[in-house]
């Protein structure tokens, strides 16, 4: 019952959620995703890229990729995979992605799949829940991130 309340929610009231998450807690226990602003950036679209189109290319979109994906990934993906990207052993440490057309795949999959295990959903899936520049602005994030700290 909580994915199509979830899908539901993340396609048809994407814009009201918008607006009523301007400073305020939403009611919603079951929702799983923040709404995020991805104001500047060209619509991409429903096909989805096979690749990152924010990481090459204009500088200004670059900057504003990896500021919208850093507050997309601390409200809606740092609870389980750690503060900039790393790991408290939960989930997976983000930060060795491989920063790669291969690595852009695997998100991709992953993201808008999530992980489901034995009949239990230990990742959700995104698809539904945030927009695909979202997402892309999170792998960019992601990107940005030094390996060795
Ligand atoms: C409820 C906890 C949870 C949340 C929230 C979550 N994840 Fe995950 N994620 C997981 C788990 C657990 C795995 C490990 C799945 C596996 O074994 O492949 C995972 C795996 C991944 C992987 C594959 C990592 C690898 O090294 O193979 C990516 C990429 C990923 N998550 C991205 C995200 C992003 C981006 C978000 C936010 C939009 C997010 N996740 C939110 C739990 C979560």
């Given at each position: 019952?909580?994915?199509?309340?979830?899908?539901?929610?993340?396609?048809?009231?994407?814009?009201?959620?918008?607006?009523a998450?301007?400073?305020?807690?939403?009611?919603?226990?079951?929702?799983?995703?923040?709404?995020?602003?991805?104001?500047?950036?060209?619509?991409?679209?429903?096909?989805?890229r096979?690749?990152?189109?924010y990481?090459?290319?204009?500088?200004?979109?670059?900057?504003?990729?990896?500021?919208?994906?850093?507050?997309?990934?601390n409200?809606?993906?740092a609870?389980?995979?750690?503060?900039?990207?790393?790991?408290?052993?939960?989930?997976?440490?983000?930060?060795?992605?491989?920063?790669?057309?291969?690595?852009?795949?695997?998100?991709v999959?992953?993201?808008?799949?999530?992980?489901?295990?034995?009949?239990?959903?230990?990742?959700?899936?995104?698809?539904?829940?945030?927009?695909?520049?979202?997402?892309?602005?999170?792998?960019?994030?992601?990107?940005?991130?030094?390996?060795?700290?």
């Open positions: 019952m909580r994915l199509p309340m979830r899908t539901i929610l993340g396609s048809i009231f994407a814009v009201a959620l918008i607006m998450a301007a400073g305020k807690l939403l009611a919603h226990g079951d929702v799983q995703s923040q709404p995020v602003d991805t104001t500047g950036l060209d619509p991409l679209g429903k096909e989805w096979a690749e990152n189109p990481r090459e290319g204009d500088k200004k979109i670059l900057v504003l990729a990896i500021e919208i994906g850093s507050g997309a990934y409200q809606n993906c609870r389980c995979h750690g503060l900039q990207g790393k790991s408290g052993g939960l989930a997976p440490d983000l930060r060795f992605l491989e920063e790669d057309a291969g690595g852009d795949e695997w998100y999959e992953r993201v808008r799949n999530g992980f489901h295990q034995n009949g239990v959903t230990k990742m959700p899936p995104y698809q539904d829940l945030l927009s695909q520049e979202a997402l892309w602005c999170i792998r960019t994030y992601l990107d940005s991130l030094p390996e060795d700290d």
